[in-house]
């Protein structure tokens, strides 16, 4: 589907109200964005809105890359300059053509200066690959996936890390682990399935740091299947070879609801506990994971929220 040009706000739930409505299809839609002639994609389960450029009000000692706050709706909001961050010319050269695309996940709301919305593409994580961390940059990465659409590379970004980066209240924070105080090991096995190399590194930790020990990683929901499926060859209750299964719905390949889906659709694997862990839990996306079996949903940084959840429904089994 192509994107309407925002020559006047555009509500981008409207147009995600279908993709919604189905359950496990392992699709997305990605909005196709440009930053000084490079091509970049967003998932349009973050985005709520495009606007046309308007002045904003700069903001003193803040962040570089913050380019200052305005008021769209009825709340104020924060703009990054996604051109700084990047290392790109700031602008396009005209500003007044010059988009905002504003966003929300984690809980909060942000926009984002781009250059140009160039479309809207519906396409299967299948076709969307894992970088390769040698080329760009291992867990400092800003890329989650490329897609090939049009035969236009497409780079996927980790819009999570940015606004971490930029804002740190926004991130899971390991220090609340601490908060938990000690803790007996816990040697049941879990499966997380992440696909953020950064967010992969600090769940472990945040796990480890809470007496998880037996803990399973992997980078999609491709790869938490195949693992599934080889714990179904070996002897014994499946429990005693995975106990929960923690994952996020953005994933190269497939994605957490289609996860959630087999798993719910498997006779062997149907009562296993899936906690669904992302940035992308809103109203609609708790209700696609309820329609799907979840056993529980919550934000990325509600991690001391994850380990309660873990500790009930891996001790039930």
């Known amino acids: 589907m192509t994107a309407n040009k925002p020559n006047q706000p555009k509500n981008a739930k409207n147009e995600k109200q279908e993709i919604l409505l189905e359950s ?35 903001m003193p000692n803040s962040n570089p890359f913050v380019e200052g706050i305005f008021k769209p709706r009825d709340e104020v909001m924060t703009l990054i300059n996604l051109a700084a961050y990047l ?14 695309v504003i966003t929300h996940f984690n809980g909060v709301s ?15 994580w299948t076709s969307i690959e894992k970088p390769d961390p040698t080329i760009y940059g291992g867990v400092d990465s800003l890329a989650t996936g490329i897609a090939h659409i049009n035969g236009q590379l497409i780079t996927i970004i980790d819009f999570e890390k940015i ?23 816990n040697n049941r096995p879990l499966l997380v399935a992440e696909d953020s190399v950064l967010l992969e590194k600090m769940i ?35 429990t005693d070879y995975v106990a929960c299964v923690i994952t996020d719905i953005e994933m190269p ?11 719910r659709d498997d006779a062997v694997l149907k009562n296993l506990p899936v906690i669904v862990f992302s940035s992308l839990i809103s109203d609609e996306m708790r209700l696609k994971g309820e329609s799907l079996g979840a056993t529980a949903q919550l934000s990325k940084p509600e991690i001391a929220r994850l380990v309660a959840l873990i500790d009930k429904y891996a001790a039930m089994r």
């Not at 909005?31 to 998932?43: Q, S």
Request: glycine share 8%; with cysteine.
């Open 24 to 58: 496990g299809t392992n699709e997305l839609e990605v909005i196709e964005f440009t930053v000084a002639h490079k091509h970049f994609g967003i998932n349009v389960s973050k985005v709520v809105e495009i606007l046309k450029y308007t002045p904003v009000t700069p």
């Open 163 to 185: 606004l971490g980066d930029i804002n740190p209240n926004s991130a899971i924070d390991l220090s609340v682990i601490k908060s938990l105080g000690e803790r007996p090991r």
């Open 204 to 238: 472990l930790q945040a796990l480890e740091d809470s007496g998880f020990s037996n803990v399973t990683i992997c980078s999609n929901g491709s790869e938490a299947w195949e693992i599934l499926n080889n714990y179904k060859t070996r002897e014994g209750d499946i």
């Open 87 to 100: 290392g790109l010319p700031p602008d396009s050269g005209n500003l007044e053509r010059d988009i905002y």
């Open 110 to 124: 942000t926009a984002f200066h781009v250059h140009d919305v160039a479309a809207i593409h519906r396409i299967s």
């Open 253 to 263: 390949q497939m994605d957490g609801h289609r996860l959630l889906k087999l798993i």
